[in-house]
């Protein structure tokens, strides 16, 4: 199993301030890291697939960088809004030791308005 | 648009029963996954099955089981409910990188 941490766990911003998260994983073996946004009662819907060192995404407000070397990737959201409240989650994979992806536990964002 | 369903959002069983949670979806995905989330745990693989009649186990497999007799259909049995398999499941498919699509999620609990 992927060791795959996300970090903080919580935060609790208010609206306006921008904000990032941390997805670790093992940079061995690397092959995409996606990230998904899981709002309360919805199902997880995807947000990027980044597969390239120094590749960075955006849509819209947030936006994503990653390094495969170091095995990390950072999420940001500028000017957050409280429809951005939801819990983040990166998952990497998949490999060639295994074909499905391994979710991090995620970050939970609360935007107070 | 890409559709995922899972065929309950709520079910309610006891100890000891068969318990089947099915998904199908309508985009020809090849690969399809079944997961369970638990408070402060996250997503959780179980199976994920990569072609119709193939599975392969995920990170919690114990107590379940899985079947892909067609290519759209991928189905979770627990094959004797106990109490610590109550929890969300959440069923996924994709293409191979491409990101998974998710149905609305099962909340079962077993009494």
């Known amino acids: ?113 | 648009d890409v559709k995922v369903t899972q065929s309950s959002r709520y079910l309610v069983k006891r100890t000891g029963e068969k318990v089947f949670l099915e998904c199908v979806q309508d985009m020809d995905h090849e690969n399809m996954f079944w997961y369970r989330q638990d408070p402060g745990l996250g997503l959780r693989l179980i199976y994920f099955s990569y072609d119709v009649k193939m599975k392969e186990k995920g990170d919690i497999p114990e107590g379940y089981s899985v079947s892909r007799e067609k290519k759209e259909r991928f189905s979770l049995i627990l094959e004797s409910a106990s109490t610590n398999q109550t929890s969300m499941y959440l069923c996924a498919s994709s293409l191979t990188i491409q990101p998974q699509h998710f149905g609305d999620g099962t909340r079962l609990s077993i009494l």
């Open chain 1, 1 to 113: 199993i992927l060791n795959v941490e996300q970090s903080p766990q919580s935060l609790h911003v208010q609206e306006g301030d921008s904000t990032n998260f941390t997805c670790s994983f093992p940079s061995s073996n690397f092959y995409a890291l996606h990230w998904y946004r899981w709002e309360t009662a919805k199902s997880p819907e995807a947000l990027f697939v980044m597969t390239l060192n120094g590749d960075e995404k955006k849509k819209g407000r947030i936006s994503a960088t990653l390094n495969t070397k170091e095995g990390y990737s950072y999420l940001y959201i500028k000017g957050s809004q409280p429809e951005d409240s939801a819990t983040y989650l990166c998952a990497p994979g998949p490999d060639t030791g295994r074909r499905a992806l391994t979710f991090g536990s995620g970050t939970r964002l609360q935007v107070q308005p």
